[in-house]
Structures are given as structure tokens and as C-alpha cells.
């Protein structure tokens, strides 16, 4: 079974976050019922004690008489609804949307619970968009600066809670959508679906940037003072979630971190910068190494092991916010207002410590073929890693005695300290993900 979250502004502002949904589901069943949750604008001047009905097709087997008939014209449905068409041709649709009375739509709840677990041909749509923030909203002061930060942090929790269907936690302070959501997570949990997999979230500020561009907080040019906010949420039997995962957007947000951090940096401003808690870094703590490249060449390298106090989110933030005085006083290349630009960003994942292998005979159990990086403990507890790019890239200068001799000094000791028997070498792999 499956079920879709999705933003009901237009198509213009909100068009990508809603393709993005229906694209990852549209091919894994053959959707036959469409239950739409819809989310209106209007329903302010709806009774609270009436459950509404937009749409209903004719073949579709349930009994809405005791339902209401909206005679509203709201685009909550009808922007959405070619989109459903052009997705599933062949399938039967249901349009509600619920108001205040929370006993009619848990009632009427419990009947499409029973349906869609018989069925399970059913594809159920919620729909909201989330904070709507400016002067036409009177919430100007709702926000501190930099806002782009300041809205991730007012949104989180509400995300996270629809994400893992928390029907009683979510709450109404940025929510259009309220009860629609309540409703659909309602129906989520009854129905047995996990935990959603965030596939697109941003604001009508930046709908047509570029995906990493998205998520760059830029001190100077990007403090909008106007915009809508939106998220599209998958959940289903897909693969547990996990970073690097092209479905979701933890790849292109971190990116997007890293370049504002740097920003941040070179514009020598305070403000604290953070991925939100929903994202999947904030619950790793896999190692996390940052690197940026210039005209092809590395200009900073700086990261962190794992550890049980810091998440990988937490690393990655610290990472790139070393990067620049690395530029500066280790690579002698610096990342600068005129380059930052053309910086390319790369974020390495280490594998989990557990599965590190030890090497007992470092020289004949290392290929230097830069599929794996290289941690080395020096007797004394001092330490140092070379990452895989740094085999690859001395593959045709060093021999694996170089190889070793030189991270036996890079960690502070002699060159052939790392012969000695307190010495511990460890071999791991990454998952790097990249700015294009």
C-alpha cells in the first residue's frame, strides 16, 4: 500500500514537489481508487460539523450520503486533478475535505480504512501547504533572520510528525491544511504504512532554482520577505530510507548546507545553521568528510569520525565550517567571494566503524586502487586518515610504502612508526554524493 502527501498550491509555485510524489509511486501498483483529502482555503466558511464532499466518480463503491455537498469552487482539487488523470487514467476518484468535527471525519475515516484494506488498489492523498509567511499573511515578525533557517526550524517538528503519521501531534500554527492532514495521517497509521519519505520540500521564494539551490541560505541575497512553503511526502513498502538516497532530498539539502555555511563564513556572520532533524544526517553518526574543489583541484578537506555525540548532521555543519580558513592556510587556494560560485561540493560518508576491516599486513592487503580509505592509529593515540580520492590520486606517483609513510607522518609521526606493533590500520568505504 501506498499514500502520497503533497502541497495544493498551483502549478507554477508547487507543480515540481507534486510530480516528484506521483512519479515515485505511479509505477509500483496498479492504482484503481483515488481517496483525495483535499485541503480548502475556504473551509473557514464551511460548517464545522459537516463532513464535505468535492468529487465523487460514479463506479466508486462507497455510500457518501451522509456527506455534505460543497458547492465552493476551490482549487485544493482542481489543480490537481489533471495531474491525477494524466497519472492514473484508469482510476476511480473520491473528493473530501474535512472541518472541525472531528468525530464525522473519524467516523468516515474508519469506513475508508476498511475499504482500502480490502482493496489495497488505493492510493490516498493528503494535501496542505505549510508555512505561509509575509505581509499579505500579517506573520512578518514570525520569522528571525536569516528566515530560510528560521522557517526550517518553525516547520521541523510539524514534518516530522506527518511524516511518521503523529495524527495527535500535529498542530495548526502553519498548516492551511490542518484537518485534511489530521485526516490523512489518521487513515495512514490505521492502514498499517510506515514512516513517509520526504522527496521534495521548499518555498515559492526559490521554486525555480536549481535543486541544490534550493536549500543555499545566502546571507545577502536570499532573506525573502514573502513565500508559501511546501513538502511531498511518500509512504509505502519502499526500501528503508537512508543517505545517500536519490528519492529523497537529504542529498541536495545537505549540499545546499555546506555552500550556505560557506557563505555564511565569508560574509563573517553568527547566525547558528543546522539541518532540520527530520533529515536522514540527523540520524546517523557516520563519519563525514567535506571537500571542495576548484578548476578540478581540492582547495579543503576537513571532517570527522564517528561518534556517539554528534550526528552526521552536526559534522557535516562543523566540516564546511573549517573549510574556508583550510582553503586558506592548509591548500593555499582560498574559496572567495569571486569563486564561490565555481566551487564544486562533495560530502564523503564513511561506512560504519563496525565494518571497517583491520589490517594485519598493511603492504600486502592494500590495494591502492582507490576503492578504500585508509585510517591509521599511531601507537601514541594520535591519528590520521587518507580518504579514497588520495590513492587515486597519487596511484601513478606513490608506491603503498609511500602511501603508508606518508599518512604515518600526517598523523604526526615518523615515517616508519607505523611498522610498530601498537599501531592499528583500518580500511573503510564511503559514499560520497556531489554538486554537479
Not at 468535492?54 to 486533478?81: A, V
Request: net charge positive; with cysteine; charged share 25%.
Amino acid at each position: 500500500m501506498y499514500s502520497i502527501f503533497i502541497p495544493h498550491a498551483g502549478e507554477i509555485y508547487a507543480g515540481n514537489a507534486r510530480k516528484k510524489a506521483f512519479n515515485a509511486v505511479k509505477n509500483l501498483f496498479d492504482v484503481k481508487y483515488i481517496i483525495f483529502i483535499a485541503a480548502l482555503h475556504d473551509s473557514y466558511r464551511l460548517s464545522e460539523n459537516k463532513l464535505y464532499i468535492l468529487y465523487k466518480d460514479k463506479e466508486f463503491p462507497i455510500i457518501t450520503s451522509e456527506l455534505t455537498k460543497s458547492t465552493f469552487h476551490e482549487h485544493s482539487y482542481e489543480w490537481i486533478k489533471e495531474e491525477i488523470i494524466k497519472n492514473f487514467p484508469l482510476s476511480q476518484k473520491l473528493v473530501i475535505c474535512p472541518t472541525k468535527d472531528s468525530e464525522r471525519w473519524i467516523a468516515f475515516s474508519e469506513k475508508l480504512i476498511e475499504f482500502i484494506k480490502n482493496m489495497r488498489d488505493v492510493l490516498l492523498i493528503g494535501t496542505s501547504d505549510l508555512l505561509h509567511y509575509g505581509k499579505k499573511f500579517g506573520n512578518e515578525d514570525i520569522l528571525k533572520y536569516p528566515r530560510q533557517q528560521s522557517k526550517v526550524d518553525a516547520e521541523e517538528s510539524l514534518i516530522k510528525n506527518i511524516v511518521e503519521n503523529r495524527c495527535s501531534e500535529i498542530n495548526d500554527d502553519v498548516l492551511c491544511g490542518f484537518y485534511a492532514t489530521q485526516m490523512f495521517c489518521y487513515i495512514n497509521k490505521k492502514i498499517g504504512i510506515g514512516k513517509g519519505c520526504i522527496v521534495d520540500y521548499y518555498d515559492s521564494s526559490v521554486y525555480n532554482s536549481k535543486e541544490i539551490d534550493k536549500y543555499v541560505i545566502d546571507p545577502i541575497a536570499n532573506n525573502p520577505n514573502e513565500f508559501v512553503s511546501y513538502v511531498s511526502i511518500v509512504y509505502g513498502d519502499a526500501p528503508p530510507r537512508s543517505a545517500p538516497n536519490l528519492k529523497s532530498i537529504d542529498n541536495s539539502l545537505a549540499l545546499g548546507y555546506v555552500k550556505s555555511v560557506l557563505l555564511r563564513s565569508l560574509y563573517n556572520k553568527k547566525y547558528e545553521l543546522r539541518l532540520p532533524t527530520w533529515s536522514s544526517f540527523s540520524n546517523m553518526k557516520n563519519g563525514i568528510f567535506v571537500s571542495t574543489f576548484l578548476n578540478e583541484k581540492i582547495n579543503s578537506c576537513y571532517g570527522s569520525f564517528e561518534s556517539n555525540k554528534h550526528s552526521s548532521a552536526y559534522n557535516i555543519i562543523k566540516a564546511a565550517s573549517m573549510c574556508v580558513s583550510d582553503s586558506v592556510e592548509r591548500w593555499k587556494n582560498p574559496i572567495n567571494l569571486n569563486n564561490i560560485n565555481s566551487i564544486k561540493i562533495e560530502i564523503d560518508i564513511l561506512d560504519e566503524r563496525r565494518t571497517w576491516k583491520k589490517l594485519s599486513n598493511f603492504e600486502k592487503e592494500f590495494i591502492m586502487d582507490g576503492k578504500s580509505g585508509v585510517y591509521l592509529i599511531l601507537g601514541d593515540g594520535s591519528s590520521a586518515t587518507y580518504l579514497p580520492s588520495v590513492a587515486r590520486e597519487y596511484k601513478k606517483e606513490w608506491s603503498i610504502l609511500d602511501y603508508i609513510e606518508n599518512l604515518s607522518q600526517k598523523a604526526g609521526g615518523k615515517k616508519s612508526d607505523w611498522k610498530l606493533n601498537n599501531t592499528k590500520i583500518y580500511t573503510y568505504k564511503i559514499s560520497t554524493i556531489q554538486t554537479p
